[in-house]
C-alpha cells in the first residue's frame, strides 16, 4: 500500500537547520508531484512548499521562501526539505503529501492531494 513517512524533525533552537526527509513507498513516486504543508498546533494546515515529479521546478510560501529547500531523488524514492534560519513560528508538525496534479501551483483544497504522510514534529525554542 502506498506509504509516506516523514523522519529527521526535533527540537532545534531559533536560527538553527534540520533537513526532513519523507520516504515513499507503494505508487511510482517518480510521476507525482510532492508537498510540505505543516499545522502548527491547534491551527489549520498551511501549504508551505512543492516540487513537480521531475525536481526541475519549485514552489515556496512567502513565510519560507529563501530559508526551506525542497527537493527530491526519485532514486531513492524520497523528498527533503532543508529548513534554515528557524524560527519559533516554523514550530509544527510537518507533512509530506503527493499532488493529484503534476503542477507545483498552490493548492490549499486539500482534497487535491492524493496521500500524506503521517507527520514529523519540528520544534524551535527561542
Known amino acids: 500500500q502506498v506509504q509516506l513517512v516523514e523522519s529527521g524533525g526535533g527540537l532545534v533552537q531559533s536560527g538553527g537547520s534540520l533537513r526532513l526527509s519523507c520516504a515513499a513507498s507503494?505508487?511510482?513516486?517518480?510521476?507525482?508531484?510532492m508537498s510540505w504543508v505543516r499545522q502548527p498546533a491547534g491551527k489549520g494546515l498551511e501549504w508551505i512548499s512543492n516540487i513537480n515529479s521531475g525536481g526541475d521546478r519549485t514552489n515556496y510560501a512567502d513565510s519560507v521562501k529563501g530559508r526551506f529547500t525542497i527537493s527530491r531523488d526519485n532514486a531513492k524514492n524520497t523528498l527533503y526539505l532543508q529548513m534554515s534560519s528557524l524560527r519559533p513560528e516554523d514550530t509544527a508538525v510537518y507533512y509530506c503529501?503527493?499532488?493529484?496534479?503534476?503542477?507545483?501551483?498552490?493548492?490549499?483544497?486539500?482534497?487535491?492531494?492524493?496521500?500524506w504522510g503521517q507527520g514529523t514534529h519540528v520544534t524551535v525554542s527561542t
Open positions: 503529501a503527493s499532488r493529484k496534479k503534476d503542477t507545483v501551483e498552490v493548492i490549499t483544497i486539500w482534497s487535491e492531494y492524493e496521500d
Open positions: 507503494g505508487f511510482t513516486f517518480s510521476n507525482f508531484a
